[in-house]
């Protein structure tokens, strides 16, 4: 099974950009669709971004699209995820997940089945 592990998170200001990474640890991401998710304190975890195994279909949330972009490098064995134009109400600790072989689309309504440890981002105004 696949393990994904996030990093590049930190404190920006308004307006900055920041990109996160999600290694696959254990083996590659071959066959499996990523997905960023994010939860800010006090709130449900919300779906950010994912891409698709097999085709590179992406799909966003209408609160990112056209600021987040989401691409994987499969000979890096790294999914990342590109925050432009940040706000403060980006600020949230941020999850890459992974399943197999789901589309893009329903990789935003599942619970998917592997799951990293998270990486906090910060936004100040």
């Known amino acids: 099974q696949v393990q994904p592990v996030e990093s590049g998170g930190g404190l920006v200001q308004a307006g900055d950009s920041l990109r996160l990474s999600c290694a696959a640890s254990?083996?590659?991401?071959?066959?499996?669709?990523v997905a960023w998710f994010r939860q800010a304190p006090g709130k449900e975890r919300e779906f950010v971004a994912a891409i698709s195994w097999n085709n590179g279909n992406t799909h966003y949330p209408d609160s990112v699209n056209g600021r987040f972009t989401i691409s994987r490098d499969n000979a890096k064995k790294t999914v990342y995820l590109q925050m432009n134009s940040l706000k403060p109400e980006d600020t949230a600790v941020y999850y890459c997940a992974a399943d197999f072989r789901l589309s893009a689309q329903t990789m935003s309504v599942v619970r998917p089945s592997y799951w990293g440890q998270g990486t906090q981002v910060t936004v100040s105004s």
């Open positions: 254990g083996r590659t991401f071959s066959g499996y669709s």
